[in-house]
């Protein structure tokens, strides 16, 4: 049994062989060729090497001008870095100017607008004062105190133009005259009007140098006048009492004289009217 096994066994693993071996070609040795496709070599003559050579060294010398365009190149852009760099500062520059004239123009402008505020207020300054010298001028100027009208009126008076002298002793109250010689100007008005006989306004000019400029020197003769012209208008005891009056305020002594005669005088006579 076991050798009909190994029979078969044999005769299969033949008949596997045998198979194997009828699918694989013979080697070949012999090739069709194509004559087109055929590539044949020369090597090169001579003349072939000195062009190559030539061309070679044509080849070089480019190589080495690129490298020279290149380190130029890279020159160039150095430069530009530099011109970069000047650039920036500039910039820089450019924005500090910038920061600053705008802070000068801000500046300038608030000056500008305070100056205009200035002006407006300078014209209405000016509008007022033009007008304030508008009303000045259409005032009369001032007319100052003349020494000389003043002794003129004392001449006139002196030489019984007492018309003239009353004009000019006017004239002198309308220019201020200095204080010391305002009561001599009133006297002198109220003397001119008693020697025209126009006694009612003889008084009122001697009463107000016993109102206004009782120190003056001209007060106790101013009393004496009264006493007068009181007692020409037959106003006697009107008269007596402002002679009193004025001898209670202690007159100079020979104003009292004056006064004591001119009571007298007053009291022996007997009453009348003045015409």
Known sequence: MKSAEKNIFIIFLASILGACGGYLPADRSHWSVNPAEMHSW?????????????????????????EVLFVNHASLTNQELAMFDSMRQSDLAIQSMDST???????????????????????????SEEARLKKLMAVKPRV??????YNLAMKK??????NKSLELFSNLTKQKPPLFLQDNIQFGMGSAYFRLKKYPKAKKHFQ??????????????????????????????????????ALEK??????????????NIINDEPNHVAG
């Open 42 to 66: 020369q090597p090169p003559d001579e003349t072939a090497l000195s062009a190559r050579r030539s061309n070679q060294l044509r080849l070089d010398d480019l190589t080495a001008e690129i």
């Open 144 to 149: 100052f105190f003349s020494v000389s009208n």
């Open 101 to 127: 004239y705008s802070q000068r123009i801000e500046s300038e402008s608030e000056r500008k607008n305070r100056m205009e505020k200035d002006i407006e207020r300078a014209k209405a300054g000016f509008l």
């Open 208 to 245: 107000t140098i016993l109102d206004n400029y009782a120190q003056g020197d001209k007060r106790f003769i101013s009393y004496f006048m009264m006493g007068v012209i009181h007692n020409l208008q037959g106003e006697k005891s009107r008269a007596i009492f402002l002679l009193e009056e």
């Open 250 to 263: 202690n007159p100079p002594q020979k104003m009292q004289n004056m006064i004591h005669h001119l009571i």
């Open 157 to 162: 008076f002196r030489n019984g133009q007492f």
